[in-house]
């Protein structure tokens, strides 16, 4: 070889040396940065010259690994927002330890109406309001929780969105970087990478890498990111109550105009929409039926009791004169003083009734006795001080008695968990609570309804404490329980749903954890390694230069011998 050839590799050998521990250094500085990989230089020799003069950087990467990241980071961004909803639901459910929860609160009014029914005790009517009335307003205050969660979730979707959307536009411009072959490859790919990984988060998607090195991006059926990016539309609702249903009212994630909300799924924007349409709705319909049933339960116990002492029955159905009835039967009606002796007893054919008006036309016609509908409630009130209906013999088209479709003496308003109340004229004066009865067999001049009865606060128990059938809903199945042992069941169901969400976000953040510290060792620096390769190419580098020198002494001996 040349001394020339010889300068030329001891030259290129130098330089790469130089490159290599510049090179090392800067992996070293990197260690600690997320979704740093380690860079590598490979020297290619030029045989024209057999210089080492040109190579190639290039970055350590495991396919697989990242590919695992990806998913399982799609997994724990949909786990770990699940369980925190789930948290915060469980602190909404109450501490069973204070009687603050639902099951503690329909126990309670059990307990208050057995003692009622007794007859033993010193609990009164009023205890027993009170007790309907804590649990009416540990329902609603519940099922508001629900629904600030579906908002809080809904708004979310909204955040997540423009995340997701912030980053398509960021990787789409790395893209162009890369195709276009601008900047430090390496280090634009490894931006690339972390924004996939943050997107994976988010959402679950897939991709590919074509040959021109573009990264192809999917989700819900859709390519976000190609030769251009296609961002994700949505119109938060600002308000979400237990009638809020997707998508009637509530809004969808769309790309492109097409609604693509159902095939969203995985991350954080997965979960969000689950918890908004899925989740937490299964929770409220669980809480709807258990209000729903207690309603209508009690309120129908309380229709066949009396209160004492007897007043005015005023409906909670509202009604009109031209409001259809279709009855059968008879319907009692006894007058009654204010101490329930009865002062007269009348019975009303209802086989020609078929509307209310007709209804308060009997009533009238019988003497001491006033119906009319006053602020759309159909009133009925007697001189005597007085009135009891018996309406066990007075049923509709469906079975129901005419006390109970009227809704006299009920103790709750309302339909769901939502709207449950004590009514308004139960909660003004609980003396009306129906824990009498109308004793059927007294005749004029005899008690009727007695002070301190205990028949409607039997029945009323009873309303509670008797197995009925409740059909599916929520995550429970359908089921023979009683009001309290279901609201049991209603607590129990949605503590599972929050442990499961928690044991949940653990697994799959443990899985996630742990392929991003096998990529990381796979693929992010090792400075152990580092630090020898310095050493090395330091060397590598000392050697160059002093064969440098040597060459140059011999180019200076060549030149003396031919002066």
């Given at each position: ?12 050998a ?43 950087l ?23 927002t ?30 208050t ?15 027993v ?12 205050t ?24 912030a ?28 924004a ?33 990016v ?7 609702s ?45 929770e ?74 007709e ?15 006053v ?94 059938s ?8 359908a089921?023979?329980r ?14 599972t ?18 392929y991003?510290?096998s990529?990381s ?43």
């Open positions: 070889m040349s001394l020339s050839g010889a300068l030329a590799n001891a030259t290129a130098l330089t790469t040396s130089q490159y290599q521990v510049s090179l090392s250094t800067t992996n070293v500085a990197n260690a600690s940065t997320d979704g740093y990989t380690t860079k590598t230089y490979s020297a290619t020799s030029q045989t024209a010259t057999l210089a080492l003069s040109t190579g190639e290039s970055r350590v990467t495991d396919t697989y690994m990242q590919k695992s990241l990806i998913t399982s980071s799609a997994s724990a961004g949909y786990a770990e699940i369980d925190s909803y789930m948290t915060r639901y469980d602190t909404l459910l109450g501490d069973t330890s204070s009687d603050g929860d639902i099951a503690s609160l329909t126990s309670a009014l059990s307990t109406l057995t003692t009622l029914a007794s007859g033993t005790g010193d609990t009164d009517a009023a205890a309001v009170s007790a309907a009335a804590e649990l009416a307003d540990g329902l609603r519940l099922s508001s929780g629900i629904q600030d969660l579906r908002s809080d979730a809904d708004a979310a979707i909204a955040t997540t969105v423009d995340e997701i959307n980053l398509l536009v960021d990787i789409d411009s790395l893209n162009d970087q890369i195709v276009a072959g601008q900047g430090d490859q390496t280090s634009l790919a490894d931006s690339r990478d972390t996939l990984q943050a997107l994976s988060a988010l959402v679950s998607v897939t991709s590919y890498t074509d040959a021109s090195g573009r990264l192809n991006i999917y989700a819900g059926g859709q390519m976000l990111v190609g030769t251009t296609s961002t994700l539309s949505f119109t938060p600002g308000s979400v109550s237990a009638d809020s249903t997707y998508p009637t009212n509530l809004s969808g994630v769309s790309v492109n105009g097409r609604d693509v909300t159902s095939s969203l799924t995985g991350g954080e924007l997965g979960a969000l929409i689950d918890l908004r349409d899925e989740a937490l709705p299964a409220q319909a669980a809480l709807d039926s258990l209000a729903a049933t207690l309603i209508s339960a009690i309120n129908t116990a309380a229709s066949t009791g009396a209160a004492a002492p007897p007043g005015t029955l005023t409906s909670t159905t509202a009604v009109t004169a031209a409001t259809p009835l279709s009855l059968t039967g008879s319907l009692g009606v006894v007058q009654s003083t204010t101490a329930g002796v009865a002062t007269a007893i009348d019975e009303i054919d209802l086989s020609s009734v078929t509307t209310v008006g209804l308060m036309d009997a009533l009238n016609s019988l003497d001491g006795v006033s119906a009319s509908i602020d759309g409630k159909l009133t009925i009130s007697s001189s005597s001080g007085g009135v009891t209906l018996d309406s066990s013999l007075a049923l509709t088209a469906d079975g129901e008695t005419l006390s109970d479709w009227m809704g006299f003496n009920d103790v709750f308003s309302g339909s769901d968990a939502s709207t449950i109340r004590v009514t308004a004229a139960l909660s003004a004066d609980p003396s009306l609570l129906a824990a009498s009865s109308l004793d059927t067999s007294a005749a004029v001049g005899q008690s009727a309804v007695a002070s301190g009865g205990t028949g409607g606060a039997t029945a009323l128990m009873a309303a509670l404490t008797e197995d009925r409740f059909a599916a809903s929520g995550n429970l199945s089921r023979s009683s009001l309290v042992d279901y609201a049991t069941d209603v607590l129990s169901g949605a503590a749903t929050v442990s499961t969400a928690a044991s949940t976000a653990s697994s799959a953040t443990a899985l996630r954890d742990g991003a510290n990529l060792n796979a693929t992010g620096v090792n400075l152990d390694e580092q630090t020898a390769l310095v050493s090395l190419y330091q060397q590598q580098y000392e050697v160059s230069a002093q064969l440098m020198s040597a060459i140059q002494a011999m180019y200076d001996a060549l030149i003396s011998m031919v002066s």
